[in-house]
């Protein structure tokens, strides 16, 4: 699909590569743009909402733009980071309850769907993307070296066009994304530690806090087995709990998220052996806040 706009849309794990990669354009955006505590900042404009920025709004609430940048660039491809980039290329469905949605999902996790107070239409809309992103997914080259992904955005746009006009091929494939979710439940779970579900997929598992059986966990710890990445969630907050704080104590700076949910350095592939050793890390640390609450309630 040609991009009528002229905007080039580039990624990469390497905050060095996208601030060198960048450098080269005269008028640049950064959408997402956060390597831990690093910001990649845009020559026209920074779009930020994780760890210290997490006070500004997800970038797929941008309206649109009239007069798009030379490049966008980002560090990691998602429904918020496509919503956001969109709306500089000037792109952006119109459609506003769907992405207060997304920046919903974006900042809570995908297991407070249910929570949202979206209508079933957004959330049917949701799953399809979801269903269609699942089979085009968008990998980080593992070198660190910058991706164009200008077309692939453009795809993307023009899926979710279709979503929104409520094609049904689609559509469907979103119910059948939902009803496989019990089977991923199956699939993914290793064990449960205290208060903590352990779990390994090449699919998002941490919107899944209830075994199996149907015990509701605290938090989720999860091994992407395609990436080798980890993420660390929680089902609500809880407080003296941060994700993104936890992640970096185990992992370093480069690690990085949100209060709710948090990741391992992306492009950094890590073993089951430390995602076990940090779910025992997690239970025992929120085992201390709840002796805490106690002493002090």
Known sequence: MMNLNYTMVVISSSWEALEKDLATSNSTVTVEAEFGDKLVMGSVATLAHHGKYSMNTCPCLENNWKVPPQKVGGSHFDLDFLGGTLAVMGLKPRVPSFWELAAYIDLNGAHMI??????????????????????????????????????????????????????????????????????????????????????????????????????????????????????????????GMNCAEFMKEMFGPLAGGHAGIAGSPRGEKQS??????????????????????????
């Open 272 to 297: 089951i052996e430390k995602l076990y050793l940090l779910a025992k890390e997690l239970d025992i640390y929120l085992r201390s806040l709840w002796v805490l609450s106690t002493l002090t309630s």
């Open 114 to 239: 249910g929570s949202s107070g979206a209508s079933e239409a957004d959330k049917e809309a949701l799953y399809a993307f979801w269903a269609w992103s699942q089979k085009n997914r968008i990998y980080l080259p593992r070198d660190g070296s910058v991706l164009d992904i200008t077309d692939k955005v453009l795809e993307a746009q023009g899926i979710l066009l279709k979503i929104l006009e409520g094609d049904q091929n689609l559509l469907d494939e979103g119910r059948k994304l939902k009803e496989k979710e019990k089977e991923l439940n199956e699939q993914s779970f290793l064990e449960k530690k205290g208060d903590v579900c352990i779990r390994q997929h090449n699919n998002f598992v941490n919107h899944l806090y209830s075994t199996p059986s149907g015990e509701v966990c605290k938090a989720c710890v999860s091994y992407n087995t395609e990436r080798g990445e980890i993420t660390v969630s929680l089902a609500n907050p809880i407080e």
